[in-house]
């Protein structure tokens, strides 16, 4: 593994995790200032998280593109392979490892902050057809999103960009817009407001991943040169930026 490699893997770990820790904190505090208001918890979590991960593209974009979704990071290696850009296969296992480890790390760091079991499996369940529907529009969506911003030169308008879809997916989805298998996963670690059951979890992601082909086929229709952009998603790397400038 290149240092190169480890220093991005760190990154999309270290991001996906607080990501996790935004989501699932700001909803155990939601619950605590605004007990007995769904409405208002809702809104608290959403605007945590979508301000949260707006930051987090910020900090850790320049390192490794801030994927912290597989899904985005299968659209990446999916789209590129043919073109020679984004994610290479050995690439693509490592950030979804990374991912994965990442999300269940920042609920479990969420849990701790405020001073809950460190791990305590949701039985919130979330099972039901039209929520694996919204998962579907959600992950469809945010997959349009990030591709159309890079294909039209505008990932520098990213972190913006996809923390306001996310706040805004989070009331116009019924599922509340998970849209990411590795926070899917993070989130059966907390039985807390933004929790779900680990036997909900299959439904979750074979949605998303539905929602991934459903995204990858509208691009190919829309953006039939999307695949050139795959190295700049969500944001350009440095090392992407550099070598942009060598050629």
Do not use: C
Request: proline share 4%; hydrophobic share 55%; charged share 10%.
């Amino acid at each position: 593994m290149t240092i190169a490699l480890r220093r991005r893997l760190l990154a999309e770990f270290v991001g996906t995790a607080l990501l996790v820790t935004a989501v699932v904190g700001s909803g155990i505090m939601a619950t605590i200032l605004s007990p007995g208001d769904i409405g208002l918890q809702l809104l608290e979590n959403s605007i945590a998280t979508a301000f949260a991960l707006g930051a987090l593209i910020l900090m850790f974009g320049p390192v490794s593109g801030a994927h912290f979704n597989p899904v985005v990071s299968a659209a990446d290696w999916f789209l590129g392979r043919r073109a020679g850009t984004g994610l290479t296969a050995r690439d693509l296992s490592g950030y979804v490892a990374a991912q994965i480890l990442g999300a269940i790390a920042g609920a479990v760091l969420a849990n701790l902050m405020f001073d809950l079991a460190a791990v305590d499996f949701s039985g919130k369940d979330r099972a039901a057809a039209n929520l694996w529907l919204g998962e579907v529009v959600a992950t469809t969506g945010l997959i349009l999103l990030i591709f159309a911003l890079a294909r039209s030169d505008r990932a520098p308008v990213s972190p913006a960009a996809v923390g306001a879809y996310i706040g805004a997916a989070y009331w116009f989805t019924s599922s509340t817009s998970f849209a990411n298998p590795a926070v899917t996963i993070g989130r059966t670690f907390t039985d807390t407001f933004a929790g779900i059951a680990p036997t909900s979890l299959p439904g979750f992601v074979l949605a998303q991943l539905v929602g991934l082909a459903v995204g990858v086929g509208l691009l190919a229709a829309l953006y039939p040169d999307s695949a050139e952009a795959a190295d700049q998603v969500v944001v350009p790397t440095d090392e992407d930026l550099a070598l942009s400038r060598r050629s």
